[in-house]
């Protein structure tokens, strides 16, 4: 009943039954009035024979009839047009890339639905289209900063008389500005390989434990070089998956939670199988992250220590989350500001 009851199929049969109504019962008055005064000015059609009479009342009730009805039908027509019409106009608005549209049609009909999702299409663009904009000036900003830093010291380098000292050190900034760059384009390309990316590419049978061993003698600089205290407690486990994402996923949070810790400080890493999942934790005992910055970490360029802006990117978490994500895994975290922050990532 609730079906028949929304459906526009039911709305245009009651309208024509409406119509049709409508159209007999005025004409069925008209004809009854024509013969009254027929009757009264006393035209004696009925000499003539009542069949004559009758024709004629006949024609024109009928006529009479058509036009009432074509009327009313015109102006039905109209209103139910007039939310097609609106979603012509506002795709038409849509295409000249304006998204602050919206049909305005309360109604459980199959209109009133199709409104309800262009509606909700319109606010999805507007979100996207929002995103794009956001992405571009982000990335015009990661690149123009080192390459505005590369032009300034090759200037500078062109002059004959400049001291040894301040050559080597400008020199050493620029490679450090070419490095940020490259990596900045690796991770761009490697963020957008992943984005088309719906499952692992190549699964294989690997030991997680010996990975995250791997990559702590991978990253031994940074973390030699702040003095780190490293706890592993790491199960001997194995993993069928994308050994290399995989690496990408360890070598990304390890290496935040070294970049963010302070000198001396200590980080735990376990790994553990129970039935179903594998669990791995990365704790650091360094500056946290602030309660504005933790709805933003696995944002495409956020980053939410400006002083430490210049060691990355901000796409690292943002890889990261993507490859869990290929992995039909999760990952989630917990962190206080000054005190540290913990990733857990389940396989
Ligand atoms: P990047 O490290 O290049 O800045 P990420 O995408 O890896 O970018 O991280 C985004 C932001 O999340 C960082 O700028 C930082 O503010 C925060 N963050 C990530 N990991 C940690 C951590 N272990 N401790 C504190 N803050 C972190």
Redo the contacts with the bound molecule.
């Keep these: 009943m609730k079906k028949i009851s929304k459906s526009i199929r039911t709305k245009f049969t009651l309208i024509f039954i409406g119509i049709l109504s409508f159209s007999c019962a005025s004409s069925l008055i008209i004809s009854l009035a024509i013969s009254r005064i027929l009757k009264l000015l006393d035209i004696n059609f009925y000499s003539h024979g009542q069949n004559i009479t009758q024709n004629v009342i006949l024609i024109i009730t009928l006529h009479i009839c058509v036009l009432i009805g074509s009327i009313t039908v015109f102006f039905v027509t109209k209103r139910i047009v007039k939310p097609i019409k609106q979603f012509s106009d506002s795709t038409k608005e849509i295409g000249k890339g304006n998204f602050d549209i919206q049909i305005d049609y309360k109604s459980h009909d199959e209109i009133g639905v199709l409104a309800d999702n262009f509606n909700k299409m319109v606010q999805e663009l507007k979100s996207m289209e929002y995103l794009r904009k956001d992405f571009m000036s982000s990335v015009s900003h990661e690149f123009k900063t080192p390459i505005a830093s590369i032009q300034g010291f090759v200037e500078i380098l062109k002059d004959k008389n400049l001291p040894k000292e301040s050559f080597d050190e400008y020199t050493d900034i620029i490679i450090e500005e070419t490095k940020r760059l490259n990596n900045l384009c690796s991770n761009m390309l490697r963020l957008s390989r992943l984005d088309n990316q719906i499952i692992q590419n190549e699964a294989k049978v690997f030991s997680l434990d010996e990975q995250i061993r791997k990559t702590l003698l991978l990253l031994e600089e940074q973390w030699s070089k702040k003095n780190l205290d490293l706890n592993l407690n790491l199960e001997k486990v194995t993993y069928s998956g994308d050994e290399e994402l995989m690496q990408q996923v360890w070598v990304?949070?390890i290496?935040?939670?070294i970049?963010?810790?302070n000198d001396q400080g200590c980080i735990d890493i376990s790994l553990k199988k129970d039935k179903q999942n594998i669990i791995i934790t990365?704790k650091?005992n360094?500056?946290?992250?602030s309660e504005e910055?933790k709805s933003r970490?696995?944002e495409k360029f956020?980053?939410?220590?400006a002083s430490?802006?210049s060691?990355?990117?901000?796409?690292?978490?943002?890889?990261?989350k993507r490859i869990i994500e290929i992995c039909n895994g999760d990952i989630t975290?917990e962190?206080k500001a000054g005190d540290?922050?913990v990733?857990k990532v389940t396989l």
């Design positions: 990304n949070l290496g935040n939670a970049k963010f810790s990365i650091d360094g500056i946290g992250i910055s970490i696995y956020y980053q939410g220590d430490r802006a060691e990355g990117n901000g796409l690292g978490l943002a890889i990261v975290f962190s540290g922050t990733f």
